[in-house]
């Protein structure tokens, strides 16, 4: 299988300036997360940046860089548009294995990402998707506002008074690997593509980093 690990890190963010650039274990959050993929055999592993501190931390650790158009590197850029430029730009074959690694999910492992490449396997298409327990409120158990001002239940009245063992287990994605083949996400556009496997890792290593708070928690499951 050829794989290819994306590292998408752009340099402004609101609730951690120079979040990307952040210190996690002597190393950068972005510099980190390629060493991860390093570590775990990955031969090519691209940063798609905006910002050149951010972009010089990246090859320090033998990654290549794409550069990044402003329109997709502001405060309301998602993800997607950013990958799918980074695999046209390099001209990434269809059959490619992406790996979407986000630097602010440090607490993802070389044996993580390897486990998802043997959970994918050689299937021409599916996503394999890191995922926890959701150990929150049971999303079931809430409402959506309505048009009129009403409210009405996620699924169903009933389960808003059921008792949580009795509802299904919640599983949420931990934002740390995305595993999807270059060709369905130049088709579908997004990096859940069915038939979805999980590759699953315990809470306290589904922290994502978002404020200084978050990153000494991070630092904390990482020393102990």
């Not at 001209?91 to 994918?120: F, K, M, N, W, Y």
């Amino acid at each position: 299988m050829t794989a290819l690990a994306i590292v998408p890190a752009r340099g402004g963010s609101v609730g951690l300036p120079g979040k990307n650039l952040a210190l996690f274990r002597g190393r950068p959050l972005v510099a980190h997360t390629v060493h991860t993929a390093v570590t775990a055999g990955i031969a090519d592993v691209v940063v798609t940046t905006d910002d050149a501190e951010i972009a010089a931390a990246a090859e320090a650790e033998g990654a290549r860089t794409v550069r990044r158009p402003a329109h997709l590197a502001d405060a309301t850029s998602r993800t997607l548009p950013a990958v799918t430029h980074a695999i046209d730009t390099l001209g990434v074959p269809d059959s490619t294995l992406v790996l979407l690694l986000q630097p602010t999910s440090p607490l993802r492992t070389a044996g993580d990402v390897a486990e998802c490449l043997d959970i994918h396997a050689d299937r021409p298409t599916g996503s394999v998707v890191q995922m926890c327990r959701a150990t929150e409120h049971h999303p079931l158990k809430v409402c959506l506002e309505t048009p009129d001002g009403g409210i009405a239940p996620v699924r169903d009245w009933a389960d808003l008074e059921a008792p949580r063992q009795t509802l299904p287990v919640v599983l949420r994605p931990t934002g740390g690997i995305y595993l999807v083949r270059a060709g369905d996400l130049r088709r579908h556009e997004r990096f859940f593509i069915p038939e979805v496997r999980p590759q699953f890792v315990p809470v306290e290593r589904a922290i994502d980093i978002d404020s200084a708070a978050d990153l000494v928690l991070a630092e904390q499951h990482a020393a102990g």
